[in-house]
């Protein structure tokens, strides 16, 4: 998905004085503006309300003109469900998104084959390739064009190389032991798509011609009321399963689009392989009970970066994690993250301890962590728009300044292996003595507890957490010391052990300290 503007932050504050708390969530509108809380900060700053009103009028007399309406505006309550089940290398992995037009000085398939084994050695377990279609020219926005308006969704971006090359980069991340899933678009298509020929496939609107939605000039929205889109959508699933070996898919926009078509499609898909993945772009929460094995968890990036930039307390981060555990199926896996092609780079948007910080609670949550290409050694590139329609190339060479970013991943990434409470235990948020700017909770697996506590903000926290004795914890931190010039001794980049202490805890601004206990 590429970024939005202010028009859907204004739309939600209108919203939520008028809609009931399940609709709210489940509108496009009201899940875009959670996640883009520093477009709501702004509008705040720039625009009065009755100026904002103004302008949710006008997108409202669009939509009505238009005919596009969000797909399934009100989701039904699925939390008494159970959500579906994953293999084990799901809830076990570390996904790794990778720009394939930046991620490399080549910008192809084979920049990608060449760094396997770096990506192996950081501990990454899943690849997800960014669509890799050919892009749409007609009305293309930047100088080479959204990856996210596909042109031929059975064709390979001759930019990035051939089929050939995608299917050795797909066998060689076998060879390795990684999953590899590809970007699929199904909820709109370039303006010179191959699919225009069949223009009832497209939505209308009330002149009779093809619209779009939202301000994404660049795509034509698709029609999931007509049978034949279903079906051609369907088997192009099963073709990229077939012929390429695929892991499974990262579905764009996956809310928009009907949640029955889903559903339908993966019990197609998985009378080809049984065990695919499936990761959605959204915040709905009835796509997780039959349909995908993971989403997005929108709400809580959005928390995280109000309260990593002071419009927020530490506690909001607990309130947004329970809401979403008490309306969404039961057992949710979401993908937690800081950083993807969408937003502002996380180093930028909270500077070099804060990153680490953001990543460190990521790691530490339930669900399935999530990497951005550059993110390990705190690379700046900007990846969202307007940069997302550009060629700006990751700067991998910024890991000489920033030596504690790639030894922050592979140190995490590895404690997170190692340990099932992490992985897969159970959530339990614990009460210290300054909960506006800490956050602590215990992971508890039958074998283990891990209990993490971080410092979300600028000042040294010396306080307690009630956790009882403290005295079987030992201090498992990743060991990766204080920024350092890039000429210091290796001996000054080792970051100084601290005895546990529990219950009693001090903490660095912006710092991380993470203990465990054995149970067996």
Request: charged letters at 30%; a positive charge; glycine letters at 6%.
């Amino acid at each position: 998905m590429r970024s939005k503007f202010s028009l859907r932050a204004l739309c939600f504050r209108e919203l939520k004085f008028h809609a009931k708390a399940q609709d709210r969530k489940a509108s496009k509108q009201c899940r875009e503006a959670e996640r883009k809380s520093t477009m709501r900060s702004t509008w705040m700053k720039t625009k009065s309300w009755r100026g904002g009103r103004r302008l949710l009028a006008a997108s409202l007399l669009f939509t009505a003109l238009s005919g596009y309406t969000p797909a399934q505006q009100t989701a039904r309550d699925v939390s008494k469900e159970r959500a579906r089940p994953s293999r084990d290398w799901v809830p076990d992995g570390v996904i790794y998104q990778i720009y394939e037009r930046n991620f490399s000085p080549e910008g192809n398939f084979d920049g990608v084959t060449a760094q396997l084994d770096r990506l192996k050695d950081l501990g990454v377990t899943i690849l997800w390739l960014m669509p890799v279609h050919p892009i749409g020219q007609e009305k293309k926005k930047g100088s080479v064009g959204s990856p996210y308006a596909v042109r031929d969704y059975y064709a390979i971006n001759p930019d990035y190389g051939t089929k050939d090359d995608l299917k050795k980069l797909i066998s060689e991340a076998h060879r390795r032991g990684m999953k590899v899933i590809i970007d699929i678009v199904a909820n709109h298509t370039a303006w010179d798509s191959v699919l225009m020929q069949h223009p009832d496939w497209y939505k209308h609107d009330a002149k009779g011609n093809i619209t779009y939605p939202y301000d994404w000039f660049d795509i034509a929205a698709l029609n999931y009321t007509n049978p034949q889109l279903r079906q051609y959508m369907t088997e192009m699933l099963k073709y990229w399963l077939r012929e390429f070996n695929t892991d499974g898919f990262r579905c764009d926009v996956a809310g928009e689009i009907p949640t029955d078509f889903w559903e339908n499609a993966r019990a197609e898909l998985e009378k080809i392989r049984p065990d695919i993945v499936m990761l959605a772009e959204a915040h709905k929460a009835d796509l997780l009970v039959k349909a995908f094995d993971l989403d997005y968890s929108w709400p809580l990036h959005g928390t995280l970066t109000d309260v990593l930039q002071g419009r927020g307390r530490a506690s909001d981060l607990r309130r947004s994690w329970e809401e979403e555990a008490r309306e969404w199926p039961r057992g949710s896996l979401h993908l937690r993250f800081t950083d993807n092609h969408d937003e502002r780079r996380a180093i930028a948007r909270f500077g070099e301890p804060g990153a680490l910080a953001a990543s460190a609670f990521m790691f530490t949550l339930d669900g399935v962590p999530l990497i951005y290409n550059g993110m390990e050694v705190g690379d700046t590139t900007e990846s969202g728009a307007p940069a997302l329609f550009e060629k700006m190339p990751i700067f991998w060479a910024i890991a000489e300044r920033r030596p504690e970013f790639p030894r922050f991943y592979k140190q995490m990434v590895a404690l997170r292996r190692s340990s099932s409470a992490l992985r897969r235990g159970a959530l339990e948020w614990l009460k210290n003595s300054d909960d506006s700017r800490v956050v602590t909770f215990l992971r508890r697996s039958p074998d283990e507890e891990v209990l993490v506590a971080l410092n979300f903000s600028n000042r040294p926290f010396f306080g307690t957490v009630e956790v009882g004795s403290g005295d079987a914890y030992r201090e498992i931190t990743p060991d990766v010391g204080p920024p350092q010039p890039p000429d210091a001794p290796t001996t000054a980049n080792a970051g100084a052990k601290r005895a546990a202490g529990l219950p009693a805890i001090s903490l660095d601004a912006w710092g991380y300290r993470i203990f465990r206990r054995t149970l067996k």
